[in-house]
């Protein structure tokens, strides 16, 4: 995955706190598959600098954080105290400290295109999820990795390595890009079915803060947001 989330963890939060990509379009996109989550045991995958934590804790929400950054992890617990349980954990071996049947709502934005294979976690998701529970999740559009990349085979699932500009200067990130058929096979694999998909929209008020990203974003869509329900 590189360094992004590590060596550069504090200026990776600062650049996503109110950013385009992430505040005004990733983040409302993702929030509004997730509702109300008052009173509710919510687990936040891949939690990054722990701005959804704060904004489930602000909601009334019960609330575990799980990244594999140490530096994500010191952030979360700096902002959240003892109102989130946060600990690090490379989510590729799954969910080994959490309970079954123990979350109403298991959130993981931007995170799901750093594993190779997507079942294992998905029936751990599962798992920890009380059976009816939603897992709500964003990740890059294939569209976009398929048309940026010198793809052969659109099935194929593959490690990319890009520069991404996010905290003003490149770095480098890699991930793995995959198909629409992948990732609902590897939900419908662990026992989950569709409730909500969609494309995001970037909010109103891009518009005047960032009015070419804003045209950009209405017309080609850059991530896809997936709400699955725990048969
Ligand atoms: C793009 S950031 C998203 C952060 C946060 N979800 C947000 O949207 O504000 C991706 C996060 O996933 C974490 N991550 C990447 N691979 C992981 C893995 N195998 N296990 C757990 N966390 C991982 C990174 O450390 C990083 O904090």
Redesign the pocket.
């Known amino acids: 995955?590189g360094d992004m989330?590590?060596k550069y963890a504090v200026k990776?939060a600062d650049a996503?706190e109110n950013n385009a990509y992430?505040g005004l379009y990733?983040?409302p996109s993702t929030l509004a598959l997730v509702g109300d989550v008052d009173n509710k045991a919510v687990l936040?995958?891949?939690?990054?600098?722990g701005?959804?934590a704060q904004h489930f804790v602000d909601q009334g929400a019960k609330v575990t954080a799980?990244?594999?950054?140490e530096q994500?992890v010191q952030m979360t617990k700096q902002k959240l105290g003892d109102a989130v349980t946060c600990y690090a954990?490379?989510?590729?071996d799954g969910l080994p400290k959490e309970a079954d049947a123990s979350y109403d709502l298991v959130v993981?934005?931007?995170?799901v295109h750093?594993?190779e294979d997507l079942v294992p976690l998905f029936k751990e998701v599962h798992r920890v999820l009380k059976q009816g529970g939603w897992f709500i999740f964003s990740t890059h559009h294939p569209l976009v990795d398929y048309e940026e990349n010198d793809v052969n085979n659109y099935f194929a699932v593959e490690r990319i390595t890009e520069d991404w500009n996010t905290i003003g200067e490149p770095v480098e990130v890699s991930f793995f890009r995959r198909s629409l058929s992948n990732l609902f096979d590897s939900l419908s694999e662990s026992a989950f079915t569709l409730d909500k998909f969609s494309e995001g929209k970037p909010d109103p008020m891009m518009k005047e803060v960032s009015p070419e990203t804003f045209d950009t974003l209405s017309r080609r869509p850059n991530f896809i947001f997936v709400r699955a329900k725990a048969n």
């Open positions: 995955m989330y590590t990776y996503i992430n990733e983040r936040d995958l891949g939690c990054g600098p701005i959804y799980i990244d594999l950054s994500m954990q490379d989510l590729a993981c934005p931007l995170m750093y594993l």
